[in-house]
């Protein structure tokens, strides 16, 4: 019988809070059971949120992440609720953006990431953060971002 990779979640099946920050959000991962090839896993959030460390305003974007998994896979409830944690975070998109990514590096250390932060205009300015990491893998189906940029109302 396969070894069951699912049996140390904390999260998945049950009630859970919202974390109160990034920093305290547990961000979990299981095994990677097709580790022997390289494929792309994507996760779109369009209603991101989190708050202007200036004026406590709420903050909108539409995040794009791409990843190419190593050994471990994040699981996508703790992945949910780990960017549900910036809704009372103060950080400029910059550091959001740069700080999700950092900490996908950290807890599942893919072969390959990008992110996309494609944020609503502030001030009459949209601000669109893009960071990779890793040497892109030669083989691997790697759709474009496709997020038109913002137009207003028009």
């Known amino acids: 019988m396969a070894e069951n990779i699912y049996k140390n ?6 009630e859970t809070r919202l974390p109160d920050s ?4 547990l961000l979990e991962s ?3 059971p097709q580790s022997d090839i390289d494929y792309l896993v994507r996760f779109t959030a369009p209603e991101f ?4 460390p200036m004026t406590g305003q709420p903050d909108f974007a539409h995040l794009m992440i791409d990843y190419i998994p190593n050994r471990q896979l994040v699981e996508s409830k703790s992945l949910k609720l780990y960017l549900g944690s910036y809704r009372n975070h103060g950080a400029f998109h910059e ?3 740069v700080s999700i990514a950092r900490r996908l590096i950290k ?5 390959w990431l990008r992110i996309g932060g494609y ?3 502030r001030g009459g300015m949209p601000i669109d953060v893009f960071f990779a990491y ?3 893998p030669q083989g691997v189906w790697i759709p474009e971002q496709n997020v038109p940029p913002y137009r207003g109302r028009g």
């Open 134 to 136: 890793g040497e892109t």
């Open 95 to 97: 550091d959001c953006t």
């Open 107 to 111: 807890e599942i250390a893919p072969k």
């Open 49 to 52: 949120t989190s708050l202007c």
């Open 9 to 14: 979640l904390q999260q998945l099946g049950g």
């Open 119 to 121: 944020w609503y205009p």
């Open 30 to 32: 299981v095994e990677n």
């Open 22 to 25: 990034p920093e305290t959000a």
